[in-house]
């Protein structure tokens, strides 16, 4: 872990970046409550950019990059605003969580010739994510959830240069399908 925050903790301003070889080493790595985020850069290589395995994710204003995943929650719900994820190899943020999140105002960028997953639910019984105001550009999947719920809810999100936009994510009629011309 290149760097673990404590309980009632925030992480400002900071940079780390995880040079190491071996799979599945984050770079920020938050397991207990009260831990936040606010303008950091994230790198992992070949792990996680940052990473909640027992709490709460919360990410303000960060920017996750050339990792194999930008974000992951297992337990607690994703609460993710302004940040960017960028060219992540497999994923952009995935949650576990069976509780909800709130995913606004992102940039999930895969690349321009499609990469990886934007958002990615895979817990069984997830229910009541909301996303609104999102760009989803050049990935493979934008929104990918494994099993529909039916109680997720998304709307302003613009899905542009895309392979799929969404796998069992219900999409809004707000949503756009507009060329963001970054």
């Known amino acids: 872990v290149g760097f673990r925050l404590g309980a009632n903790s925030t992480a400002t301003n900071c940079h780390v970046r995880n040079h190491s070889t071996t799979a599945a080493r984050p770079a920020y790595e938050s397991n207990a409550a009260g831990v936040g985020f606010v303008d950091c850069e994230g790198v992992s290589q070949n792990g996680t950019a940052f990473i909640s395995t027992t709490t709460i994710l919360r990410m303000n204003g960060c920017y996750a990059h050339d990792s194999n995943i930008g974000a992951s929650t297992t337990t607690g719900a994703p609460l993710i605003n302004g940040s960017i994820f960028e060219g992540n190899r497999t994923n952009c943020l995935t949650s576990a969580s069976v509780v909800d999140g709130i995913i606004q105002d992102n940039l999930f960028y895969g690349r321009e010739g499609k990469q990886g997953t934007g958002p990615q639910f895979t817990g069984a019984s997830s229910i009541g ?54």
Do not use: C
């Open 129 to 182: 994510h909301r996303m609104f105001n999102n760009i989803l550009y050049g990935l493979t999947t934008a929104v990918d959830v494994t099993t529909a719920q039916g109680v997720d809810d998304s709307g302003f999100n613009d899905y542009f240069n895309n392979t799929t936009d969404v796998s069992n994510w219900p999409k809004s009629g707000s949503d756009l399908a507009v060329d963001p011309t970054f």
